[in-house]
């Protein structure tokens, strides 16, 4: 099949690491024998921050992100829609949706969208714009009117796809999933001298902006000193949120929370296997029942022992490989990784088995195949 994909944001920017998942599948196509063209939108170069390496297996094609290039985009896209047998497009943001379904609509094309979080509510966290959060708002309830077949990254948005009236039977499940090479217990790292961490490391990775919630482990590793002083967080990735962040430690007279910014997509094994205990703290909210978190599958990747919020998919994700505890609760994180940190036995166990799980369940390639097999059952029907 020829597949031309589209991703609203930038796919190179280390500022915007949930490209990550487009990219990924991406690759498994090639892998599979497919033609792939991967269409993506940068950010302006002052903005676009730490760079991540070029993706050679195959061809990235940047279009403007600029507002009022959208037309241009649209008939821009025309030649790929043309070329292609699928025109896959994530997320409901315009710059890339639209140029998606213009050129699917007008070549007859199969049209394909991968739901990967609830962007609405996302938005609704801490909204600036009311006018453009309605907007959001009604691009995800329009798209699954207009689509051929749909991904979606978590139960909770198949739920709401079924209830905002797509067919159940055109609805693909796929969680994220991780990349087994590069996330692995083997990765060596001389990042413990280069920070000079303790000798029990906690590690919270992720984004930091509205959403997110890595206060929560902030708030959890007093409590964590107070039983185990040899202990450090380390908190790697960057956001808008960085700096209110660095000020609640600085409150709690945390002045040894290290907190490393963006980090290249290349460096984050080699964070990650420092982690004694890994830790995915969420609330529970509409957010985070919809979510299917990245940072789950590569701690597991990793083999690292997890300490998991229990909310949306994340016990459908770790099953018995990490501890759950109540959302919102940091005392209760405290508790499961100093029950984790005092266990050499328990520690080894967890992440044996997270390493398992994330090999017999996680891999990108059943992703990928699970939407192949949406692709092909729509072409057979000529939908």
């Known amino acids: 099949m020829k597949i031309v994909m589209v991703h609203p944001h930038d796919i190179y920017s280390a500022q915007e690491p949930w490209t990550i998942r487009i990219i990924e599948i991406a690759k498994q196509f090639k892998k599979k024998g497919h033609e792939v063209k ?3 939108f940068p950010l302006p170069k002052k903005e676009r921050g730490l760079v991540n390496k070029k993706v050679k297996e195959i061809e990235t094609i940047p279009f403007s992100r600029r507002s009022y290039h959208l037309f241009k985009n649209i008939k821009r896209f025309q030649k ?6 699928i025109i896959h497009f994530q997320k409901c943001f ?4 639209l140029p998606a379904l213009f050129g699917a609509y007008k070549y007859k094309k199969h049209i394909h969208y991968d ?5 609405y509510e996302i938005y609704n966290f801490s909204p600036p714009s009311k006018l ?18 749909m991904s979606v990254a978590s139960h909770k948005l198949k739920e709401l796809a079924i209830k905002r009236g797509f067919p159940k039977n055109k609805i693909i499940m796929a969680h994220v999933c991780v990349d087994l090479n590069k996330f692995n217990p083997n990765i060596k790292s001389n990042l413990r001298k280069k920070h000079n961490l303790k000798k029990n490391v906690i590690l919270y990775l992720g984004q930091l902006h509205g959403g997110q919630y890595a206060e929560l482990v902030i708030r959890a590793y007093p409590l964590i000193k107070n039983k185990l002083n040899d202990t450090s967080l380390l908190v790697v990735g960057g956001g808008s949120d960085l700096k209110r962040l660095k000020t609640i430690a600085s409150s709690l007279d945390l002045d040894d929370v290290i907190f490393t910014g963006f980090v290249s997509r290349e460096d984050v094994p080699r964070y990650m296997n420092v982690a004694d205990v890994a830790i995915a703290s969420f609330e529970k909210n509409k957010i985070t029942e919809a979510k299917s978190p990245l940072k789950i599958v590569e701690y597991m990747g990793s083999g690292k022992a997890i300490v998991a919020s229990n909310v949306g998919e994340v016990s459908n994700m770790i099953g018995d490989a990490g501890i759950l505890v109540e959302p919102g609760n940091a005392k209760k994180i405290a508790d499961a990784t100093i029950k984790i940190l005092k266990s050499k036995k328990l520690k080894t166990k967890l992440e044996k088995q997270a390493r398992k799980r994330a090999v017999e369940k996680f891999s990108w390639e059943v992703t990928a195949s699970n939407i192949l097999s949406a692709y092909k059952m729509a072409l057979k029907r000529n939908l």
């Open 132 to 149: 453009f959060g309605f907007y959001i708002n009604t691009m995800e309830k329009i798209i699954p009117k207009l689509v051929d077949t």
């Open 94 to 97: 315009a710059n890339a949706a």
């Open 80 to 85: 790929y829609a043309k070329w292609a047998d």
């Open 115 to 119: 739901w990967d979080d609830w962007e």
């Open 38 to 40: 991967l269409i993506y």
